[in-house]
């Protein structure tokens, strides 16, 4: 039982910290403490990637609409998601500071092929889909040198800043957040808080931190479009009814 409580600690912490936690009970260790946060931290974001983004792609199937979801800030949303994760991948981090790259990619892939499928491209969702896997095939089997890699992850900070404020301006222009699923948007401005202290504990990589601070300022603006716009009908929209009155639009409440 010793043994197995020792391998299941030193998981989450080093040797180390295990002697200081578990021998010499100093409790009061910071940089432990930090150490132990940050991959505790990670884990759950991990565990709660493999959800995050379920809740939207539910909605698009539900409604059988990809309605107020600009596909261009999808795509480059993934892109900058794929940067990331194949960077960290080839740089042999931590997959408690990555892996939810991982989930988020396979999810966001899903979002961006339904979209097209229901705005009646199913062709290019298919090919779409293909060509996606040929790309981190390549970017994660030895074929892109680390040097390209490095200038990739460096191009992800405007990328993924663009893809966010397309989908704010599309919102923006709609007077509503349109099929963007609220638990969805929670989760991934919380994710990003959390994984700037992650990554300056795991890695300490400027230029991830970075793309985390900038991740997080676009994720607080859909956040803060989505409360604005929370029970707003969309601008423009249809009266219905011969008194002539505005139909009340779907509610977010049942995200």
Same mark, same amino acid.
């Given at each position: 039982?010793?043994?197995?409580?020792?391998?299941?600690?030193?998981?989450?912490?080093? &040797?180390?910290?295990?002697?200081?936690?578990?021998? &010499?009970?100093?409790?009061?260790?910071?940089?432990?403490?930090? #150490?132990?946060?940050?991959?505790?931290?990670?884990?759950?974001?991990?565990?709660?990637?493999?959800?995050?983004?379920?809740?939207?792609?539910?909605?698009?199937?539900?409604?059988?609409?990809?309605?107020?979801?600009?596909?261009?800030?999808?795509?480059?949303?993934?892109?900058?998601?794929?940067?990331?994760?194949?960077?960290? @991948?080839?740089?042999?981090?931590?997959?408690? #500071?990555?892996?939810?790259?991982? @989930?988020? #990619?396979?999810?966001?892939?899903?979002? #961006?092929?339904?979209?097209?499928? @229901?705005?009646?491209?199913?062709?290019?969702?298919?090919?779409?889909?293909?060509? *996606?896997?040929?790309?981190?095939?390549?970017?994660? =089997?030895?074929?892109?040198?680390?040097?390209?890699?490095?200038?990739?992850?460096?191009?992800?900070?405007?990328?993924?800043?663009?893809?966010?404020?397309?989908?704010?301006?599309?919102?923006?222009?709609?007077?509503?957040?349109?099929?963007?699923?609220?638990?969805?948007?929670?989760?991934?401005?919380?994710? =990003?808080?959390?994984?700037?202290?992650?990554?300056?504990?795991?890695?300490?990589?400027?230029?991830?931190?970075?793309?985390?601070?900038?991740?997080?300022?676009?994720?607080?603006?859909?956040?803060?479009?989505?409360? *604005? *716009?929370?029970?707003?009908?969309?601008?423009?929209?249809?009266?219905?009814?011969?008194?002539?009155?505005?139909?009340?639009?779907?509610?977010?409440?049942?995200?």
């Amino acid at each position: 039982m010793t043994d197995l409580i020792r391998k299941g600690a030193l998981f989450l912490m080093s &040797e180390k910290c295990y002697d200081n936690y578990f021998l &010499e009970h100093n409790f009061l260790d910071i940089p432990c403490f930090k #150490a132990l946060l940050s991959k505790g931290l990670g884990l759950a974001i991990i565990a709660g990637s493999v959800l995050v983004k379920v809740p939207q792609v539910l909605k698009i199937l539900n409604s059988k609409s990809g309605e107020g979801i600009n596909i261009v800030g999808v795509v480059l949303d993934l892109l900058a998601i794929s940067f990331h994760l194949s960077y960290n @991948f080839m740089h042999g981090y931590p997959f408690s #500071a990555w892996g939810d790259s991982t @989930f988020l #990619a396979i999810q966001t892939v899903a979002i #961006a092929v339904l979209v097209l499928y @229901f705005n009646g491209r199913k062709l290019q969702s298919g090919l779409f889909l293909v060509g *996606y896997i040929i790309l981190m095939y390549v970017l994660n =089997s030895g074929l892109t040198p680390m040097s390209a890699l490095f200038t990739i992850q460096s191009c992800n900070i405007p990328i993924l800043l663009v893809g966010k404020l397309s989908q704010a301006f599309t919102n923006f222009k709609a007077g509503s957040t349109g099929q963007l699923s609220a638990a969805t948007v929670i989760m991934m401005f919380a994710g =990003s808080v959390a994984r700037i202290f992650t990554s300056i504990q795991e890695t300490g990589d400027t230029m991830i931190i970075v793309t985390f601070v900038a991740s997080t300022f676009a994720n607080a603006v859909i956040l803060g479009q989505l409360i *604005y *716009y929370w029970d707003k009908p969309p601008t423009g929209a249809v009266k219905g009814g011969k008194d002539g009155k505005a139909k009340k639009p779907k509610s977010k409440k049942d995200d």
